[in-house]
């Protein structure tokens, strides 16, 4: 089993690591693929308990405390990203000691703790992970989101393009009716990574197709431009100027470094009403890390949004709230400098640009936009057709995946910390990695 979960692995990355950080790849991948059979060290794939803070992390681990408290502000603010569910990997030696830990914070951004010369370090790298541009083209049998369940074995696949149709009408499918899905999935050491991203889809509904496309702003948008209903938030507080924006990766003016910031800091008055930008269901109202007080709603969508540095929380978890529900305070609680809110959105998980998704009615594309994303569309839409019409669902089988791989990275995982490529990710020799490589051989 290992040597197939290796060789499955290091073929991935073969693939589609971008020439950047192709040590570091190959670092990781022997880490946790080859290291159980070269230095008697265990590598482990576990999920982030509910609950869990890094400093509750430490603690289990025998990690000083000071190394958190030692952390510039804004990387104490960013290890409060890190989510229950979130897969992480650890290795240990043959006493259980800590050596390594891999922990995300996004799709293109991991925590990184290692042991050094007797000492424990921490930084933010970027993930390594391999891009497959994948089409899917079914019959439905029983309903779109259990036969591409059936099809992929990828629930977060099925959910986000229910998402994408929930609001339509004109959507309702049958048995035998066809659909297709132009997506890209990522992939690291061997298994899917983070959420798919779905560039263009079809529905056959009575025979005629009906399409959806992912356009730049990372909205969808039918065949005419129009925006598709359901992903809409008003704005969560009344300010008097934005402070900070979405970033996957800025340049910090004092460390001269370069961080992500996954939300939009809202300068206002401390004391000034926060209400929930959506409806939906309060999942945690408390305090977190260099958040300070915190409030997570989710909603509709595989979508939570939250709300940090508050002063005080008026609502509870496990509430409902409609939108515009007043459930807090701007205040500057946790790390912060002054009164704001810090305002962030998530879809299925992963952080997304909060300022693309505040309004409150869906909107039409016009003028130089429309002609751009017309062009952009009868690409997608050319490509997607090529592939439904050459499917044959011969011996049986409802469905047909095609597969392509990419070279390269996302420009995301570009924007990442570029010196954390200079940090010492694993103190291994040349000669320890060639014996185990010849030992998986």
Not at 210 to 220: A, D, H, P
Not at 224 to 230: L, S
Not at 290 to 310: C, P, Q
């Amino acid at each position: 089993m290992l040597s197939d979960f290796v060789r499955k692995s290091a073929r991935d990355f073969s693939c589609g690591v971008l020439a950047r950080f192709i040590s570091t790849a190959r670092i990781l991948l022997l880490f946790f693929g080859f290291a159980s059979v070269s230095f008697g060290a265990v590598g482990e794939r576990l999920a982030w308990a509910n609950g869990l803070t890094l400093l509750g992390f430490f603690e289990q681990n025998l990690i000083p405390i000071k190394l958190y408290y030692n952390l510039p502000a804004q990387d104490k603010e960013l290890t409060a990203e890190v989510k229950a569910g979130a897969i992480y990997y650890t290795l240990r030696n043959d006493e259980g000691d800590l050596l390594h830990a891999l922990i995300p914070i996004s799709n293109s951004a991991q925590i990184h703790i290692y042991k050094q010369k007797d000492e424990f370090r921490l930084d933010f790298i970027p993930i390594v992970s391999f891009k497959k541009e994948q089409i899917l083209t079914l019959k439905v049998q029983v309903s779109p989101y259990i036969d591409i369940i059936e099809a992929t074995k990828d629930k977060v696949l099925a959910g986000e393009f229910s998402n994408i149709f929930a609001r339509s009408p004109a959507t309702i499918m049958h048995k035998d009716d066809k659909l297709s899905i132009l997506y890209e999935r990522d992939y690291r050491l061997g298994e899917t990574f983070g959420s798919p991203d779905i560039r263009a889809s079809m529905i056959e509904v009575a025979k005629k197709p009906l399409f959806v496309f992912q356009y730049t702003n990372g909205n969808y948008y039918d065949s005419n431009g129009k925006e598709m209903a359901g992903f809409h938030f008003m704005p969560p507080v009344s300010y008097t100027r934005i402070s900070s924006r979405f970033s996957l990766g800025r340049k910090h003016p004092v460390l001269k470094i370069v961080r992500p910031h996954y939300g939009v800091d809202y300068v206002a008055s401390a004391g000034t009403p926060v209400r929930a930008t959506a409806a939906g269901r309060v999942v945690f109202a408390g305090v977190r890390g260099g958040y300070g007080k915190v409030i997570e709603i989710a909603h509709n969508g595989g979508i939570k949004s939250l709300y940090a540095h508050l002063s005080s929380i008026n609502i509870r978890t496990g509430a409902q709230v409609k939108a515009g529900t007043f459930i807090g305070k701007v205040g500057s609680t946790g790390l912060s400098t002054g009164a704001h809110l810090h305002f962030g959105l998530y879809k299925l998980n992963q952080p997304i640009d909060p300022l693309k998704r505040i309004r409150t009615v869906a909107s039409e594309l016009s003028g130089r936009e429309k002609e751009k994303f017309l062009q952009l569309a009868k690409g997608l839409q050319e490509r997607v057709l090529s592939v439904a019409q050459s499917v044959k669902f011969e011996n049986g089988e409802n469905y047909e995946l095609f597969s392509k791989d990419f070279v390269g990275e996302s420009s995301e995982a570009g924007e990442i910390n570029e010196e954390s490529e200079a940090s010492e990710i694993a103190q291994i020799g040349e000669g320890e990695i060639s014996q185990a490589v010849q030992k998986i051989e």
